[in-house]
């Protein structure tokens, strides 16, 4: 007789973020899938995007590495070329995913493989089937609105975003992904660049639909500190942008570093809008440094993804589980 069945746990995002939040992930028993975002322009993923006219694999390749079960591989795939030549700036797991994307007319096909050679503890899935471009109108330091093309240059801009917006508007998302999504028990966003790595999930019509329908609990999960792009957005603003384009989707639960929230009324009440209760927790490096700790915050979602019906733990979740449409 087979035991009960894992919680199952879609994460989205990319870069950085997304492999903090997979680390973490890694230290529960739960059931994995990686969604990640395709819209990376900049670096060995933009000439590699330009030259073999392939999906990015930089955020692929990062949340591969996440998730492998071989260390000496990720190191592998994480080693980066230096030097003056044609390889200089290229990872090894960026010209392995792309050479695995060319043999596979699937892209879902070639991560699949990438997964079986890196023995992931999960699946990592394309957030759509072709590259996309990220838009953005940003005001200046001036005041002056502008618009800022591709995943680099809005990641760097200086001003205030105002909008953001996908190119295709309306991408073809892998069956695969919606299956994933319908079938979750979890739904987790950010940490990670908040309009090129976290948003762009919502962007995606038919992956946003999905996220909607979903019977899934949904968790956010903020940042410590501003990046470049979100310069003078607060955690609550985070929150606030994430409303802008969620469409009604409603979030259960925030965690937020204790540490980083100070006063935590206007971010408790932002996360209020969107259905969900503030849970501060130490998820931060006790090195000062504004990272995530894996294990801390694998801490803070062991209580709510599988501690969640104990009445007796402060995490217990209030929200019940939604029907599937509600």
């Known amino acids: 007789m087979s035991g009960p069945q894992r919680t199952r746990v879609v994460a989205f995002g990319g870069g950085k973020g997304l ?22 322009d900049g670096g060995s993923s933009g000439r590699l995007r330009i030259d073999r006219d392939a999906l990015p694999p930089g955020d692929l390749r990062q949340a591969l590495a996440a998730l492998s079960g071989d260390e000496a591989a990720a190191r592998l795939i994480q080693h980066r070329y230096d030097g003056a030549d044609s390889l200089s700036g290229h990872t090894v797991g960026n010209l392995m995913l792309v050479g695995l994307l060319e043999m596979h007319a699937d892209p879902v096909a070639a991560l699949d493989e990438a997964g079986r050679l890196m023995r992931a503890h999960g699946r990592v899935l394309p957030m759509a089937s072709v590259p996309l471009r990220i838009e953005a109108d940003v005001l200046d330091d001036h005041g002056r609105p502008t618009v800022v093309s591709g995943q680099h240059n809005v990641a760097v801009c200086r001003g205030t975003v105002t909008d953001v917006r996908l190119a295709p508007a309306d991408p073809p998302v892998a069956v695969e992904v919606l299956s994933a999504v319908a079938e979750a028990d979890w739904l ?4 990670g660049s908040w309009y090129t790595s976290v948003l762009p999930h919502l962007l995606t019509p038919r992956l946003r639909e999905a996220i909607g ?3 899934a609990r949904r968790l956010i999960t903020l940042n410590l500190s501003e990046d470049t792009e979100t310069a003078g957005l607060s955690l609550a603003g985070h929150l606030g942008a994430f409303a802008k384009y969620a469409d ?3 979030i259960d639960a925030v965690i937020a570093d204790a540490r980083a929230v100070g006063y935590p009324d206007p971010v408790a009440s932002a996360a209020e809008s969107l259905g969900a209760r503030l849970v501060l927790a130490r998820v931060a490096r006790e090195d000062g440094t504004p990272r995530h700790d894996p294990d801390a915050l694998a801490a803070a979602l062991r209580r709510l993804l599988l501690e969640a019906d104990d009445p007796d733990d402060p995490a217990t979740m209030e929200t019940p589980r939604r029907s599937a449409g509600e």
């Open 19 to 40: 492999s903090v939040a997979l680390r973490a992930l890694r230290c529960l028993d739960v059931d994995i899938t990686a969604v990640v975002t395709v819209a990376d």
């Open 188 to 191: 987790i966003f950010g940490p």
């Open 213 to 215: 329908k979903s019977g």
């Open 248 to 250: 009604g989707v409603t």
